[in-house]
């Protein structure tokens, strides 16, 4: 066997183990998961839909469901999924404008996104229910 041949006994790429995560990378993977939750919201949305335009005793359990604690838990996780989505989007946009590449700014408008969308939800909610 030659020597370009012998298995080498060493981790190919950073594994889990001994990756450190950072705030980059954890915003780029939580974009990534609001980007899924916001597709299965749409279903959601739909499922809504659908019962509204069908018979009103399925469109009343989806209504009670809404309003229970697990429904208000998934309405407002899938709100906070928009809200995120949505300012990490302008943040990508500016970087593909070419600002925001140092590490300073770049954690400092990571944090503000995550900032930005904790009080756009709590705002969002608390709009909402002085209006209900």
């Known amino acids: 066997m030659s020597v370009a041949n012998r298995p080498v006994h060493r981790p190919l790429s950073p594994h889990l183990q001994v990756y450190r995560p950072q705030l980059t ?29 069908g018979n009103a005793k399925v469109y009343q359990m989806f209504q009670d469901f809404n309003g229970s604690i697990a429904g208000r838990v998934v309405l407002g996780g899938w709100l906070f999924c928009i809200f995120y989505h949505l300012l990490n989007g302008i943040r990508h946009l500016f970087w593909d404008a070419g600002y925001g590449f140092e590490l300073k700014d770049a954690y400092r408008s990571g944090w503000i996104v995550v900032a930005v969308s904790v009080i756009a939800t709590a705002a969002s909610w608390i709009v909402g229910l002085r209006l209900m």
């Open 25 to 53: 990378s954890v915003l780029s993977i939580l974009h990534r998961a609001t980007g899924i939750a916001l597709s299965v919201g749409a279903l959601y949305l739909a499922t809504w839909v659908v019962c509204a335009a």
